[in-house]
């Protein structure tokens, strides 16, 4: 995403969300714990503009999505979302589910790593926004669903049609996106679907260790490497190891590179700045 901005200052409060930025982490908590973390219109196009200033700024390296009291993220809220979208026409609705999917997107996009800390559920919407995360770490209580079939609606919301499949394989894909049934973090463990498993009560600050590992590192590898991971998921090999060998020559030009070489030489540890 292009760092060149236009003359909007950056927004200082957001209304949907809690925001904590510190040392190049961000911690972004959904913050309506009496709703279990219902996203609203609101809670949408916040993470949406959160996630591009965020990347025009190039401040932050890592980020932590996490959900407030017993959950991470119940989903669309029934009364706010569901209700309000049976009353609007076709094209309404297309500005709205449009506007989901770029969260994804400025999830999938952005130029730093995005842990999901996952405890209690992960439904719906809130299900796909663990998806589309770098990183999955979860309580052993932690229970996915993606709901949409449950309302009758399409299993491939948001890109979960996309992303699932790539990331537990079809079969699976199919029976979660196709049955909308409650998947337990042993069993996500287990078909791949969480990074790793945290203790009983310790997703967050486990996903906050990972969080400063990664804001600690060579900022700019962090973020090719996931530029690749994305854009080579639907690319032929021959296209693929261009686009790496393009990739490569660019960050051996970088400092960072240039620093490891130091370091290893002087026998330290490297001071990765990101360039």
Not at 32 to 44: C, D, H, I, S, V
Not at 114 to 134: N, P
Not at 176 to 188: D, F, H
Not at 222 to 234: G, M, S
Request: glycine share 10%; proline share 4%.
């Amino acid at each position: 995403m292009s760092p060149f901005t236009g003359s909007a200052t950056r927004t200082a409060d957001w209304a949907h969300l809690r925001v904590e930025i510190a040392d190049g982490v961000a911690t972004v908590t959904l913050a309506r714990p009496e709703k279990l973390n219902a996203l609203t219109f609101g809670a949408y196009a916040d993470l949406r503009d959160l996630l591009a200033e965020l990347s025009r700024e190039r401040s932050v390296r890592a980020l932590v999505l996490a959900g407030e009291g017993r959950g991470f993220c119940s989903g669309g809220d029934v009364d706010e979302i569901i209700g309000a979208t049976l009353a609007m026409d076709t094209a309404e609705l297309l500005d709205f589910n449009r506007m989901t999917g770029q969260v994804v997107r400025a999830i999938r996009e952005c130029p730093f790593p995005v842990i999901a800390a996952v405890h209690g559920v992960a439904a719906g919407a809130g299900a796909v926004l663990a998806l589309a995360a770098d990183f999955r770490i979860a309580d052993p209580s932690a229970r996915f669903a993606f709901l949409f079939t449950r309302v009758g609606l399409s299993g491939g919301d948001m890109g979960a049609a996309y992303l699932l499949p790539r990331i537990v394989g079809l079969g699976h894909a199919t029976r979660l996106l196709m049955l909308g049934e409650p998947v337990r973090a042993p069993e996500a463990e287990r078909i791949g679907l969480i990074s790793e498993l945290a203790q009983e009560g310790r997703a967050d600050e486990t996903a906050a260790g990972l969080a400063r590992r990664l804001a600690d590192g060579p900022a700019l590898a962090h973020a090719q490497t996931k530029a690749l991971l994305t854009a080579e998921l639907d690319m032929p090999l021959a296209a693929a190891v261009e686009l790496d060998a393009s990739t490569q020559a660019l960050l051996m030009n970088g400092e960072d590179y240039a620093e490891f070489h130091a370091a290893f030489t002087e026998k330290r540890p490297p001071k990765w700045r990101g360039r």
